[in-house]
């Protein structure tokens, strides 16, 4: 085929450079590298400027053109028009806002489940589905999939409604019954399609990782699966690079779109603070700088797990000594940033990928080296914020610009305060505010994080607490979306609890398969 991409190993240990097909099926590299790929393209200002006259799906797919996919053009645009079609609540998909002058807000969760992870999950499925088909058609896999996700809340739901209905394609989400918000589960244990399983795990939400980490790591199981059910395991996760590439997309298209509002003129940098997790989002960013766009900086914006923060101010990686703290933002309560692995490998190369990633197995910690450190370090800022400074930025700036954001939001919006510069900065926004009405209750009423609300919201579910805050902020705000509202109705469709461990998730998938 015409202009196809190539992928390289982050490790160097693979070097089967499969085309973006599969590499999507696969998934990680066998030696637990990632994916890269080999060549980047560039886009011009006018190529870029472009992208504002055309629908969002058009802009993706001129993205996955650029990007060597190895399907036909007609294929991609099929792929992406469904992708990014009337399941949006916004007809511009990721519409920047001017909140402040100096300061836009890319929302990136008017998708079906409110988050930020539709961006990638709404899309990556349906090319997955149709990397199958194309492994199939060339004679290299006559098997099915079995996606297994281990959630926190956010992945699962995305994940479940991505790949609900798709063909060749089945998923199991395991969720821990001591880590979910009301809504989230609910989100979750409503899921309609033929295809999807989901089950609760006794414990929080390392055990429930732990296990289904565990059923990936036992061949036997797989085997198993094989033989029984023609189904091989793959998973749906962030290093995926079926998830990144759509992750470049809406740094693109917001640039495009802040040329044609003003904001910026063709040409002219601006920075992007992005709240950071597992670094899928804010590396979205970086491919689309090292393409051409500019932006001059990219802020990264931790929660109380710093760790991301605290690398990017000293080359220092550091988990040793460091507990897991849960925050108002539990998408980025994350030690561990698998993706971080990829700008690894884009600034030292494969060798001293493998030794930083022993060494961090090993020992819990690496630093990186001078050359590494001071070319980082001329695009990437970072900076942390604590649970109680969330809070009250969600609060300051809704009392300053009637604009309400949800924890994680503001995560990036207090860390792009502290480090503004002379750009104009893009803050990513990866929730809708009801997504964690809880919090941001709290949030508006002055509440500590942890803190119980006060006695008049005894006995309210998280459903009631929504319309709370919805009657606090008045109409002007982006309202409850439709498709969370309804949850408080909806009939649970999956009830099973599961135990802890290996045994407890493959006897869950055993079964479910009948
Ligand atoms: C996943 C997620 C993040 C973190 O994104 P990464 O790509 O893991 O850095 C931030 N906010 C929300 C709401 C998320 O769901």
Redesign the pocket.
């Given at each position: 085929m015409r202009n196809e991409t190539h992928y390289l190993d982050t490790r160097g240990l693979d070097s089967s450079r499969p085309t973006f097909s599969s590499a999507l099926v696969k998934g990680i590299a066998p030696g637990g590298g990632l994916f890269v790929p080999e060549h980047l393209p560039s886009l011009s200002l006018e190529e870029i400027s472009a992208f504002a006259e055309w629908p969002y799906w058009r802009r993706a797919a001129a993205v996955f053109s650029l990007f060597g996919v190895d399907m036909s053009a007609e294929r991609i645009d099929a792929l992406t028009q469904a992708a990014y079609g009337d399941q949006w609540d916004d007809d511009r998909v990721a519409p920047v806002v001017e909140v402040r002058a100096d300061m836009h807000v890319l929302e990136l969760?008017h998708g079906p489940t409110s988050?930020?992870?539709d961006m990638a999950l709404q899309c990556m499925p349906l090319f997955f589905s149709e990397s199958i088909e194309i492994l199939r058609a060339r004679g290299k896999a006559d098997d099915d999939y079995l996606i297994l996700v281990a959630t926190s809340?956010?992945?699962g739901k995305a994940a479940l409604e991505g790949f609900s209905d798709r063909d060749h394609t089945r998923i199991v989400v395991f969720y821990p019954v001591d880590g979910v918000s009301d809504v989230q589960r609910k989100q979750m244990v409503t899921q309609a399609g033929d295809n999807v399983g989901v089950f609760g795990v006794r414990g929080n939400f390392d055990d429930c990782q732990y296990a289904v980490k565990a059923v990936f790591a036992n061949d036997e199981f797989e085997d198993w699966l094989r033989e029984n059910h023609g189904l091989r395991l793959s998973s749906a996760n962030?290093i995926n690079w079926g998830r990144l590439l759509p992750?470049i997309v809406y740094y693109v298209s917001a640039y495009a779109d802040m040329i044609a509002s003003g904001a910026v003129k063709p040409g002219e940098p601006m920075d992007v603070c992005?709240?950071?997790?597992?670094?899928?989002?804010?590396?979205g960013a970086y491919y689309a700088r090292l393409m051409g766009v500019p932006i001059e900086r990219l802020i990264c914006a931790s929660n109380e797990n710093s760790v991301l923060a605290e690398f990017i101010n000293t080359g220092l990686y550091d988990i040793s000594e460091r507990e897991f703290v849960t925050t108002p933002?539990p998408?980025?309560d994350?030690l561990i940033?698998s993706?971080l692995e990829r700008l690894l490998f884009h600034l030292a190369g494969p060798p001293q990928v493998r030794e930083w990633m022993g060494e961090l197995a090993t020992r819990r910690s690496f630093r990186v080296d001078r050359d590494t450190f001071e070319t980082m370090r001329e695009v990437f800022v970072g900076d942390w914020v604590d649970n109680q400074d969330a809070l009250a930025a969600v609060r300051d700036v809704f009392e300053e610009t009637g604009y309400l954001m949800?924890p994680?939001t503001a995560v990036a919006w207090e860390v792009a305060e502290r480090m503004r510069g002379a750009n104009p900065v893009l803050i990513v926004s990866?929730?809708h505010w009801a997504?964690f009405g809880a919090d941001v209750l709290r949030a508006l009423k002055g509440v500590a994080y942890g803190d119980p609300l006060p006695p008049e919201y005894d006995g309210m579910s998280g459903f009631d607490l929504l319309a709370q805050v919805q009657e606090i902020v008045g109409d002007g705000c982006a309202c409850v979306p439709e498709s969370l509202a309804s949850l408080a109705m909806a009939t649970d469709r999956f009830g099973d609890v599961v135990d802890a461990g290996r045994e407890g998730v493959e006897r869950a998938v055993r079964e479910w398969l009948g």
């Open positions: 969760w988050a930020f992870k809340g956010d992945t962030s992750q992005v709240p950071t997790g597992n670094f899928g989002n804010i590396l933002s998408s980025m994350i940033s993706n949800d994680h990866t929730a997504k």
